[in-house]
């Protein structure tokens, strides 16, 4: 079906989740799960951002700050789903059962991308004549790691097939994009990398600490590790903002096409079953999206 589009176009992001894909839309979130039995299971809500309802919050590098926060909430939110749906696990996740899984993934992605290679490069400081050469090492260990981690994970079969609907996440929302109809065969002619993926997105925050940390001199570990975790989300909204500027802007796209590189790793060819379930994902907030505009079109006349 061709989705009759809006004038001005809707900012679509999304996730790939276990045997599915979730979809957001500036108020709307739906995550679609293939059940083991082949039915497609969607759990679509409300979800209006706090940028649409605090316009000082929209302001550079703090909307990006936010952007991530709720990224993290509603993607644990969209994970559980499709854990329950798709493996058979019955146990509803409480409001404070999601927060803890939020803080233990942060706590854990912080650990292994900030404190670990802070420590590392630490104990060579003595090694490195100037501040600026001794955050590159720092940055080189970083995205080490995580493209290390990236590959590692990559190799389990369950990963690959989240992969693979990561790159159905992308194929719609380009198509999408694009104007193309929202069907199997046109989506599949689509590109499985997208400027503004989450993967692009966290190799631009590596890159983007190497510059800000180098204007903090060289504390003392603790210090440095301190340093370090309260300047994230100032990271964080530049890195948004250069993610943004590079998916607008055709002169921006040089500085994120190290992201895209990176996707080749964390994306796969899906095949028209993951489409199926990516394009019913994005149908359902595109579809929510037209009736409130609707709604809104009515209530004025």
């Known amino acids: ?49 706090l940028l649409l309802r605090h316009r000082w919050l929209r302001a550079p590098i703090v909307r990006g700050a936010i952007t991530l926060y709720e990224a993290l909430v509603i993607g644990v939110r969209a994970l559980l789903f499709s854990a329950r749906e798709a493996l058979g696990e019955e146990q509803e996740q409480s409001p404070a059962a999601i927060s803890v899984s939020v803080a233990l993934g942060l706590a854990l992605a912080i650990g292994l991308f900030f404190v670990l290679p802070a420590a590392m490069i630490r104990l060579l400081d003595q090694y490195f004549a100037t501040v600026y050469t001794l955050n590159i090492a720092e940055g080189a260990v970083r995205v080490s790691i995580l493209i290390g981690y990236i590959a590692l994970i990559g190799r389990l079969n369950h990963i690959r097939r989240v ?29 499985r990398f997208h400027p503004r993926c989450g993967t692009s997105f966290l190799l631009i925050v590596m890159i983007v600490a190497i510059i800000v940390f ?3 001199g060289r504390p003392g570990l603790l210090l440095r590790i301190t340093e370090r975790v309260l300047l994230i989300p100032f990271v964080a909204g530049i890195s948004y903002e250069i993610i943004r500027a590079g998916a607008r ?19 796969r060819e899906p095949d028209d079953m993951q489409l199926g379930v990516a394009i019913h994902a994005l149908q359902e907030v595109l579809d929510r999206e037209r009736n409130l505009r609707q709604a809104g079109e009515e209530a004025a006349v």
Not at 29 to 45: I, M, N
Not at 249 to 267: A, C, D, H, M, S
């Open 163 to 191: 992969f693979a609907y990561h790159g159905a996440e992308h194929k719609a929302v380009n198509a999408y994009e694009g104007g193309a109809t929202l069907e199997v065969g046109h989506v599949r002619r689509f590109s």
């Open 1 to 49: 079906m061709k989705y009759s589009r809006p004038t001005e176009r809707l900012l679509i992001g999304g996730q790939a989740v276990i045997e599915g894909v979730m979809m957001r839309s500036p108020r709307w979130t739906s995550t679609a799960v293939r059940r083991p039995t082949g039915e497609v299971v969607t759990a679509t809500d409300r979800v209006d951002s």
């Open 249 to 267: 802007y055709r002169w921006f796209r040089p500085l994120v096409v190290p992201g895209i590189w990176l996707q080749r790793l964390t994306t």
């Open 214 to 216: 180098s204007f903090l």
